[in-house]
Antibody, heavy 119, light 111 residues
């Protein structure tokens, strides 16, 4: 069974940093492209970042470019999101999501990790 | 503000048919990129409902269907059931943004 489990969320003051993790199991993690998607309270879904299966290619939404860094460790079957210079508008539930092989849609999602940016 | 536009809400009585539209632009849906749909039940993570415009993953009831007539994709739910009350999002790729985009979301209410 495919499982994605996020961790690392919490309350952080504006300007602070936080690293989210996503532990993958039940599939060959190194073969799959991965993403982070967030959802602000009461709002819709917003794609945040993408990483290729090898980790060599990454993309970011304009809203986080230069502040967030996506990475992966295939030896640990884990995906990460390093978030720096956090702003109140970054407050959201952050989901990791798996791309279907060679396709542009997400077939598996984690349960989400809440990040709250507030003083 | 979302790149893809959906109606904020639709509603219908049990057994009725409802449709949800998803409007994009020439850099995403208009460029020919496929559209996918997700269902998000209250308090849960999104779930893939339709992929590549009109395909259902295994386990998704056939009362859910997707279409993409020209550049106007839509999701239809026929035989509406109480358990279909949820938020629905369309999703595609945008070449000018070099990234994925989601619709603004539509809340389906079963009357």
């Amino acid at each position: 069974e495919v499982q994605l489990v996020e961790s690392g969320g919490g309350l952080i003051p504006p300007g602070g940093s936080l690293r989210l993790s996503c532990a993958a199991s039940g599939f060959s993690f190194s073969r799959y492209e991965m993403n982070w998607v967030r959802q602000a309270p009461g709002k819709g879904l917003e794609w945040v970042s993408y990483i290729s299966s090898s980790g060599s290619t990454t993309y970011y939404a304009d809203s986080v470019k230069g502040r967030f860094t996506i990475s992966r460790d295939s030896a640990k079957n884990s995906l990460y999101l390093q978030m720096n210079s956090l702003r109140p508008e970054d407050t959201a539930v952050y989901y990791c999501a798996r791309n279907v092989l060679l396709a542009h849609y997400f077939d598996s999602w984690g349960q989400g990790s809440l990040v709250t940016v507030s003083s | 503000q979302s790149v893809l536009t959906q109606p904020p809400s639709v509603s219908g009585a049990p057994g009725q048919r409802v449709t949800i539209s998803c409007t994009g632009s020439s850099s995403n849906i208009g460029a020919g990129y496929d559209v996918h749909w997700y269902q998000q039940l209250p308090g849960t993570a999104p779930k893939l409902l339709i992929y590549d415009n009109n395909n259902r993953p295994s386990g998704v009831p056939d009362r859910f269907s997707g279409s993409k007539s020209g550049t106007s994709p839509s999701l239809a739910i026929t035989g509406l059931q109480a358990e279909d009350e949820a938020d629905y999002y369309c999703h595609s790729y945008d070449s000018s943004l070099s990234g994925y985009v989601f619709g603004s979301g539509t809340k389906v209410t079963v009357l």
